[in-house]
């Protein structure tokens, strides 16, 4: 588990997250605590938000929903399409 410190005044411009080394993280548009008064136990959570993120992700593909023109949500099944494609082409 990575370490963040949050450090604020009270204010936006007063806040800053740190990593553990202390280096600050720049690039986070909202930070919203959540914690539990019924349950202290359950610990307290922070949620960072950013705006611009690099990914790479990795997602089961199997039946991506696609809305069409008349924008009615259908489900296609992403595989049987390309080995459809695949055919007809004669691949």
């Known amino acids: ?3 963040i410190r949050i450090i604020s005044d009270g204010t936006t411009c007063g806040t800053r997250i740190l990593n553990a080394d202390g280096v600050e993280i720049s690039g986070i548009s909202k930070i919203t605590i959540l914690a539990d008064a ?3 136990d359950e610990g307290v959570t922070a949620i960072l938000e ?13 039946a991506i929903p696609e809305i ?8 296609s099944n992403l595989e049987s399409e390309i080995s459809a494609d695949q055919a007809e082409q004669g691949d």
Do not use: H, R, T, W
């Open 1 to 3: 588990m990575k370490k």
């Open 38 to 40: 019924s349950n202290p």
């Open 50 to 62: 950013a705006q611009i993120v690099e990914l790479d992700i990795v997602a089961n593909v199997d």
């Open 68 to 75: 069409d023109v008349a924008g009615d949500l259908e489900i």
